[in-house]
């Protein structure tokens, strides 16, 4: 019995030892530099494969790179290192900051049209019967006092029957009566010198010539001879075509770069390769509530009838807006509502920072708070630092950030506070 005990004793023993001889082994094969995680959840570490306890995926596993910097290792908070390895495998290059010229152009499509005061239309003034045309082309330029037309009118030869007896009735020619019916010819479309050759002469006209009381080019011939007129017939149409005007509609967003009296080009299809120089002369007052557009309208020299009505192209807006600070929109990373830019720091660290954006100026960005003249930033291959950052942190772009961005933008605020007192 006693011999059965001993026995059982050296067996338990000799398994205790089995035991804690396999639990070193596993111990000593353990890596040290290998956790698994999860891709969607990087914050989740453990020891051994598994599920993620958050979405179930399969957990993969991650080495921790023996090459890289103390200062990775360390993860310190907003802040990343990467070896020089990997900034070459992740494509990053670097830039400084620095100030630039602030010009946009802005490209929207247009067309030329009418200046609405040189458009004039030539009515009859009273009822008749056209009896020749002198001006019977569309197209055609007149004068100013250039004879239009010859009609026959019954209301005319009744005004200078009236003028002459109201003459003859007073040789003072100072009667009201007189006045009257020497105004009512006059309103007829009369000139000077027919009422002094009527006075003169004596004599009543059937037909009468009209002359032109505007220069311009005739856009539209309403009438042929033989044609009878009412009073207010509109007989000609005609605009002065020395200056256009150029109509273009641009977004809402986009006003801003638009001023009043800056220069704009002009590219028609009718002209490849030929730009026109004109000013915007006004910003229609009303926006557009269905496709979010306004009106620019910018005038133009017809440059001796080379451009006309209706002509189609494209309008450039040319704004300067003197110098700042501008940036790659590479560079850029757009999290939420939030701007991260990675600037490389004195210790070859890379630290994400908070950035406020003004206007675009073609593949740049305006810098208004977040960065001063001379950092050097990631202009690109930044989406890669920030990938990374998230894998060690676990936490959204940006978030880690914050205060370290909003102590630099406090800076930046100060700093532009200190050189706008100097300028004044």
């Known amino acids: 019995m006693k011999d059965m005990k001993i026995k059982l004793m050296i067996s338990l023993l000799a398994t205790l030892l089995f035991a804690f001889a396999c639990s070193n082994s596993d111990n000593s094969n353990k890596n040290e ?6 891709t969607m959840h990087p914050q989740v570490h453990k020891d051994g494969p598994g599920a993620c306890p958050i979405c179930g995926m399969d957990l993969i596993k991650k080495v921790v790179d023996e090459t890289a910097d103390v200062s990775e290792k360390s993860n310190m908070e907003g802040m990343i290192s990467l070896t020089t390895d990997k900034q070459i495998l992740a494509n990053v290059s670097t ?10 152009e802005l490209t929207a499509y247009s067309y030329l049209d009418f200046v609405e005061q040189n458009r004039k239309t030539i009515p009859a003034k009273f009822n008749g019967r056209i009896e020749k045309l002198f001006v019977d082309k569309t197209g055609e330029y007149i004068k100013k006092g250039q004879p239009l037309f010859e009609i026959y009118s019954p209301d005319l030869v009744q005004a200078q029957n009236e003028f002459l007896i109201a003459l003859s009735s007073n040789k003072n020619e100072n009667n009201s009566l007189l006045d009257a019916s020497k105004k009512k ?13 009527l006075k003169k002469s004596g004599e009543i006209k059937l037909t009468l010539t009209y002359y032109s009381p505007v220069s311009g ?3 539209e011939k309403k009438v042929q001879e033989g044609m009878y007129v009412n009073e207010g017939t509109v007989i000609y149409e005609a605009a002065e075509l020395s200056t256009l005007w150029n109509i273009a509609e641009v977004n809402e967003t986009d006003l801003s770069t638009i001023k009043l009296g800056s220069k704009v080009k ?4 009718a002209y490849p390769g030929e730009e026109f120089t004109g000013k915007v002369t006004f910003i229609y007052p ?3 509530s269905q496709t979010r557009t306004v009106k620019i309208r910018s005038e133009f020299s017809s440059q001796n009838n080379k451009l006309k009505p209706q002509m189609y192209g494209e309008t450039v807006f040319l704004n300067d807006a003197g110098t700042g600070l501008l940036i790659s929109a ?10 991260v830019v990675w600037v490389r720091t004195a210790d070859g660290m890379f630290e994400g920072r908070i950035v406020e954006l003004g206007l675009k100026f073609g593949d740049k960005y305006q810098i208004i708070s977040g960065l ?20 060690k942190t676990g936490m959204p772009t940006g978030h880690q950030h914050d205060n370290t961005i909003s102590d630099q933008k406090n800076a930046n605020q100060n700093e532009s506070s200190s050189t706008e007192h100097n300028n004044h």
Not at 95 to 104: G, H, T
């Open 33 to 38: 530099n290998e956790y698994w995680t999860c």
């Open 372 to 391: 001063k003249e001379g950092d050097e930033v990631a202009a690109s291959g930044g989406f890669l630092i920030d990938s990374e950052s998230q894998l």
């Open 185 to 197: 010819l006059e309103l007829f479309g009369l000139t000077d010198n027919q009422i002094d050759e």
């Open 286 to 288: 009303v926006i557009n």
């Open 95 to 104: 830039i400084k900051i620095k100030k630039e010229n602030l010009k946009k």
């Open 330 to 339: 590479d560079a850029v990373i757009f999290s939420g509502n939030k701007n």
């Open 217 to 219: 080019t005739v856009i």
């Open 266 to 269: 002009l590219k028609l299809k």
